[in-house]
């Protein structure tokens, strides 16, 4: 039988709540062992784990773990935050906020399957195509955001941010070292493809950015313009067509309606009413 953690009826301090029948300072080595491990959670939760162990019995295997996992889960949420503030996302989006009441296109069937990052793991793609306003970006980032709670590497940047990277690394004959770098992050977030037109340098920096991935990694991709008008953002049909092709062949494509969520409260039909005042003269 596994051995229990019992009550000595005395204590070290109110920090462990032990004893030690060789007069050794537990609580002073508790600090120290923690601190060489990097385990500050560990340290400031053991006194409590402990008190409960002792009011429950706890085996000591089931001590060791409760501690380990409090631990580990302080260990994944500041990893979490931290790779979320290196993905540079302009503003934090949660997908539990979304408002489907509003965008009523979004399934939230789908949209609570791509929250468990299946698409990460199967390094396939997810692509939102709408008007402004209808909850592109809003998507993309609380999927971003989910991968880096999830451990994921995650980078954001708009479409013309990426190509402006590429171009740099290209003059400093770097490019495909900057591919390969950019391959190695699990997701990349493009947004607002569309919304500018390329040249043809930019449209061929960008066809390398979506190629360099195909089956490798995940691309999330906002655009303002259906398929059928890639050819006017990138002045090319050919190369449009060879893009969509790599980036739809294992992606999820939802298609968003409506109107800008952002203008749902603002009465912009209303016409002003006139200015009614009399002046004096008037009177």
């Given at each position: 039988?596994?051995?229990?953690?019992?009550?000595?009826?005395?204590?070290?301090?109110?920090?462990?709540?032990?004893?030690?029948?060789?007069?050794?300072?537990?609580?002073?080595?508790?600090?120290?062992?923690?601190?060489?491990?990097?385990?500050?959670?560990?340290?400031?939760?053991?006194?409590?784990?402990?008190?409960?162990?002792?009011?429950?019995?706890?085996?000591?295997?089931?001590?060791?773990?409760?501690?380990?996992?409090?631990?580990?889960?302080?260990?994944?949420?500041?990893?979490?935050?931290?790779?979320?503030?290196?993905?540079?996302?302009?503003?934090?989006?949660?997908?539990?906020d979304f408002?489907?009441?509003?965008?009523?296109?979004?399934?939230?069937?789908?949209?609570?399957?791509?929250?468990?990052?299946?698409?990460?793991?199967?390094?396939?793609?997810?692509?939102?195509?709408?008007?402004?306003?209808?909850?592109?970006?809003?998507?993309?980032?609380?999927?971003?955001?989910?991968?880096?709670?999830?451990?994921?590497?995650?980078?954001?940047?708009t479409?013309?941010?990426?190509?402006?990277?590429?171009?740099?690394?290209?003059?400093?004959?770097?490019?495909?070292?900057?591919?390969?770098?950019?391959?190695?992050?699990?997701?990349?977030?493009?947004?607002?493809?569309?919304?500018?037109p390329?040249?043809?340098?930019?449209?061929?920096?960008?066809?390398?950015?979506?190629?360099?991935?195909?089956?490798?990694a995940?691309?999330?991709?906002?655009?303002?313009?259906?398929?059928?008008?890639?050819?006017e953002v990138?002045?090319?049909?050919?190369?449009?067509?060879?893009?969509?092709?790599?980036?739809?062949?294992?992606?999820?494509?939802?298609?968003?309606?409506?109107?800008?969520?952002?203008?749902?409260?603002?009465?912009?039909?209303?016409?002003?009413?006139a200015?009614?005042?009399?002046?004096?003269?008037?009177?």
């Open positions: 039988m596994a051995n229990r953690v019992k009550s000595t009826g005395t204590t070290t301090g109110t920090t462990t709540g032990t004893a030690s029948a060789s007069g050794r300072n537990v609580e002073a080595e508790l600090a120290y062992l923690t601190r060489v491990l990097k385990a500050p959670s560990l340290h400031a939760a053991a006194g409590r784990l402990a008190e409960r162990a002792r009011a429950e019995s706890w085996t000591h295997e089931e001590f060791l773990a409760a501690c380990l996992q409090r631990e580990v889960a302080a260990r994944e949420a500041h990893g979490g935050e931290a790779r979320i503030r290196t993905a540079r996302f302009p503003a934090r989006k949660a997908l539990e408002d489907f009441d509003h965008q009523r296109s979004a399934k939230r069937e789908v949209i609570a399957h791509l929250g468990t990052l299946d698409f990460v793991a199967g390094r396939e793609n997810v692509v939102f195509l709408g008007p402004p306003g209808t909850g592109k970006t809003h998507l993309s980032i609380g999927l971003g955001i989910r991968a880096c709670q999830a451990g994921h590497r995650v980078a954001f940047a479409a013309a941010q990426w190509v402006a990277r590429l171009a740099d690394a290209h003059a400093a004959g770097r490019l495909q070292d900057e591919l390969t770098r950019l391959a190695r992050i699990p997701v990349l977030i493009v947004d607002e493809v569309g919304y500018i390329f040249e043809a340098e930019a449209a061929n920096l960008f066809f390398q950015l979506v190629s360099s991935r195909y089956e490798r995940s691309l999330i991709v906002t655009s303002n313009k259906p398929f059928g008008r890639w050819g990138f002045g090319d049909d050919v190369v449009a067509a060879a893009m969509i092709d790599r980036l739809v062949h294992h992606a999820e494509v939802i298609s968003l309606k409506g109107d800008s969520y952002r203008l749902k409260n603002r009465d912009l039909g209303r016409v002003p009413a200015n009614t005042t009399t002046s004096n003269d008037e009177q």
